[in-house]
Each structure stands twice: as C-alpha cells, then as structure tokens.
C-alpha cells in the first residue's frame, strides 16, 4: 500500500507531500483508496461531503464500526500524517481476516475529506460539514488562494456540490469511531512505548494582534520621534513564549504581516497571529491573557495603537471515556514484569476528524510513536515495528468492538 500511495502527491524538490483537497492529487488518492476498498470487496461510496466509505456489511443496519483517517496533506507535510491511520485500517482488516474473526456489526474504513484544511483555510471541512460544524453557506464561502470557492473547486473534481450538507442520519448508524494517527509529539518515545491511546484534544485557538504605529523613513526619522509597532511586535513574541513556559502551555507567533513591509520603510502595521494550545482551559486562559496583558503594556509605551481579534477557537474534546477504557482493556498490558505496563493514555495538541466526530459519535484515537515527533514536515517518521505494532493494536481494537 505504502508503495502505490507514497508516489501520489509527492514533490521531488521539498520532499514532501502537496495534497490538496479537490486537486490532482486528492483524485489521485481517492482513486487509491476505492482500488484497496475493491480489492478487499468492499463496498465503495462518497458521501455527500466527499468523504469516502468502504464498506463491509449493510451501512444502514446500524451501529457500525468505523475506523479511518484523512489522505489529504499540509503544504510539504510528511508521510504519516492521515495517511498510516487509512493504511492501518485496511491492513487490520487483512490481519483480522487472518485470524479468521467474523464481522458481527457492519464495518467501514473511511477517508475523509479536506482534513488539513490546506488549500480553503479551514480544518476538518468534511467531517465539519457532516455533524453540522460547518454549515452550507460556511462552506460556500471557504476559497482558495486563486479564489476559487469549494463548490466550484468540487464540481471541477467532479463531484456535486448542492449535495453538501449535515448527515445526521449516517453519523447516527456508528456506534463507535476509531481513528489511528501517527503521534505528534514525543510522548510515546520518552515513554517507551509504540502505540498510546487519546485522551482528550487540548482546548486551542488563533488570536490576531493588529499593532499600529505610524510608517516613515528609515533614514531620517530620529528614534524618539517614531511609533515603530515592530519593537512591540517582538515584546509580544517574546512574551508568549515567557507566559506559555510559566503556565505550562504552548503559544507560538508563526506568521506576520508587516506594512508597508519595506528595508528602509518603519512599519505602519505589525499583524502576527498567535496559536496557543494547553492542556486545560484554565491555563490557557491564562497564556493568552499574559500575553495580551504584556502586548498592551508594551504597546502603551510605545504608542502604538493594539487590537486583539480571537479568530477561531475549539474547546477541549474528551473523547468517550467508556470507549476509551474499552480501548485500554482490549489492549491489555504488555512488556516485561508478571502484570506488564498498561497502554500509556496520552492527549494532543492536534485537532483530528476524530475530535469534530466526537461531538456526534462515540470516538476513540490510538496513537503510534513519533521518534522525533516532528510532523507536518517531511521528516516526519514512524518505525516500520512501530507501525506494526498500531496495526495490530487497531486489529485488537476492532476485533473486540466488532467481531464475535
Ligand atoms: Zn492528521
């Protein structure tokens, strides 16, 4: 499977994967992912939001099991990320029809739509649009850099966009959603172990800091005489870090648009986004009210004029914690001693479908060590044992959810 997939989407100059919902590529993957559905006599069919379903048994006898995860990619991301979670699926279909385990409830692998949100902006768009995260006219807004709108961009990868909207119906037939992804942190590797299950989402957002001053020249303006938002700008930056390290949470100013953004120009219009994520609400309260505190302050010296906008923000998601305790009992303990050690439960930073479904659905996650845990980058990298070893811990999984 990695063979045939690890072609598709892959730029030679970065080395890294540019897939993108309702392009060549994505058609690309979509086609891979009905080829294994087929081959496997599954039942192949694309929602209405463009999310793929392979099928074993009757969809609409109810409470299904599901697991998948997403092919799409971020720009240059790695090869890991969405795409081991639909690679484990069909290979623990395989392992557990070695094991000759019979299906009791219908089951079903998906791929779904435009998770990264790489090409419109918004994450999740296809799991969004199916639990009514994301309405209609939300969606017929999204664009691309090109200004190409998401229906347009889906009826030229041929596919009907009027159909977009809320499936209650077809969440409602899931009885549990299990999704595998590659780790996205070091959690695993400094706990020595190759496959953990989620516990919860860490609540996180983006805030915008506008800091305006006034734009001059470089040459000629005396220090004293100039509202220079950029020495402010890097205050704050420094400050994030500062107030995420004393809270315990993480805060990170990684985009900024400067104005009149020239060599010999003081700036008009400092714009930096802040990301901050935390394990809890209360401490990231508290990140992002430091550094909006330590902005301000530092803005009222200067003169410079700051406006704070929170342009989105996702409260924590714990996932189930029946399913969740059902997971750590199926796995059971494992390594050396009489009793073994219980699979660490470990939470993330990363928004996942699994985290918009969790809304809907009962929903799981199982992770699968990361030796550096760097992720949306082409270094990212996952063992071929460890991999393994989240496919057989999925096979335990869905053979305890599913089988008889
Ligand atoms: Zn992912």
Redesign the pocket.
């Given at each position: 499977m990695w063979r045939d997939l690890g072609r598709i989407g892959l730029d030679p100059g970065s080395g890294g994967y540019r897939r993108y919902a309702w392009t060549g590529a994505d058609r690309d993957c979509r086609e891979w992912f009905r080829a294994q559905a087929e081959a496997r006599g599954l039942t192949h069919e694309t929602d209405r939001n463009g999310n793929q379903w392979a099928w074993l048994g009757d969809p609409l006898a109810g409470d299904a099991v599901v697991t998948g995860?997403?092919l799409d990619s971020v720009p240059d991301g790695g090869a890991f990320?969405?795409p081991l979670g639909v690679v484990s699926s069909f290979a623990a279909l395989d392992e557990l029809r070695r094991r000759g385990a019979e299906f009791t409830k219908p089951f079903a692998i998906t791929n779904f739509g435009d998770?990264e949100g790489a090409r419109f902006g918004l994450a999740c768009v296809g799991s969004r649009l199916a639990a009514g995260q994301l309405t209609v006219e939300g969606a017929h807004r999204l664009r691309d850099g090109d200004g190409v709108s998401l229906p347009q961009a889906m009826e030229a990868a041929g596919h009907d966009p009027d159909a977009l909207g809320p499936d209650p119906e077809r969440l409602a037939r899931i009885g549990a959603f299990v999704e595998l992804?590659v780790e996205q942190g070091r959690a695993l590797d400094l706990s020595g172990d190759p496959v953990g299950v989620a516990s919860a989402i860490w609540p996180h957002g983006r805030w915008r800091f506008d800091f305006r001053g006034e734009a001059n020249h470089a040459g000629t303006t005396r220090l004293a005489d100039r509202r220079d938002p950029m020495p402010t700008y890097a205050e704050t930056v420094l400050a994030a870090r500062r107030e995420a390290e004393l809270a315990g949470g993480l805060a990170t100013f990684g985009k900024v648009a400067v104005e009149p953004n020239g060599v010999n120009a003081i700036p008009s219009l400092v714009r930096g986004w802040l990301d901050s994520r935390a394990a809890d609400q209360a401490t990231l309260d508290t990140v992002v009210a430091g550094v909006e505190r330590a902005a301000r302050e530092h803005a009222e010296r200067a003169g410079i004029d700051l406006t704070v906008v929170r342009e989105s923000f996702t409260p924590v998601v714990e996932f189930q914690h029946a399913l969740r305790d059902e997971l750590c009992r199926l796995l059971g303990r494992s390594g050396p001693g009489p009793s073994g050690r219980a699979v660490p439960v470990l939470g993330t930073g990363a928004g996942?479908d699994a985290g918009i479904l969790s809304a809907s659905v009962p929903t799981a996650m199982l992770f699968v060590r990361n030796p550096t845990g760097i992720s949306h980058s082409p270094a990212e990298h996952a063992a071929e044992d460890d991999c393994a070893a989240g496919v057989r811990a999925l096979a335990d999984v869905l053979e305890g959810l599913a089988c008889s």
């Open positions: 995860s997403h990320d969405g998770e992804h996942h």
